[in-house]
């Protein structure tokens, strides 16, 4: 089953919160993503065996796609309907999407080989910003806070260089925005 929510997020931590008030509702193996609308906020996507569809409000955009099931069944406001639509499509494809919970996230901890988060993490490539080659043997220090990417059916973490040439995660866990000291 495929749980899909446009809550018109801002931006990934507002998504994220709302991510983690549905997952309490979500029962066995869990994926659970971002995804970016047309028109710039966030909706949020969960795949699991299980879930309580009592947890939907009804000041929220859903999709649910059960299996073998033709068409989503949506509810809620039309403007956001559309962009939880789109979130329940593109994870049922597997193009698109910022994983948040996956099998393996609880394995990526502390300095890990490029082969290591393949291997062991539910990572299917890491690739570095700027095209730098990453080999299997290449140190990621995960810093314990992965948030991989859908990408063409594929996961793949994105990694830049940092101190001590190891590469870390592009993104981590406490961004500051651009231009917030000026």
């Known amino acids: 089953m495929i749980i899909a929510v446009d809550a018109d997020s801002a931006d990934t931590v507002e998504a994220e919160h709302v991510l983690h008030r549905l997952l309490e509702s979500a029962t066995g193996s869990v994926v659970a993503c971002t995804h970016v609308v047309p028109g710039g906020h966030?909706?949020?996507s969960i795949s699991t065996s299980g879930f309580d569809q009592a947890a939907l409000t009804q000041d929220v955009g859903s999709a649910v796609i059960h299996a073998g099931a033709a068409e989503p069944e949506v509810a809620?406001?039309?403007q956001l309907v559309r962009g939880a639509y789109v979130a329940a499509v593109?994870?049922?494809l597997g193009t698109a999407g910022r994983l948040v919970r996956f099998p393996g996230q609880e394995n990526a901890h502390g300095t890990l080989t490029a082969a290591e988060l393949v291997a062991?993490?539910?990572i299917d490539q890491v690739e570095a910003i700027g095209g730098l080659p990453v080999e299997d043997t290449t140190l990621v220090d995960t810093r314990d806070f992965i948030r991989p990417?859908?990408?063409k059916g594929q996961v793949v973490l994105l990694v830049?260089?940092?101190v001590g040439g190891v590469l870390i995660?592009?993104?981590v866990e406490h961004?500051?925005?651009c231009c917030a000291n000026h």
């Open 160 to 162: 830049q260089p940092a």
């Open 90 to 92: 593109e994870t049922a």
């Open 175 to 177: 961004q500051i925005k």
């Open 120 to 122: 062991m993490c539910g």
């Open 169 to 171: 995660p592009f993104e």
């Open 42 to 44: 966030l909706a949020v």
């Open 149 to 151: 990417i859908r990408r």
């Open 76 to 78: 809620g406001p039309s």
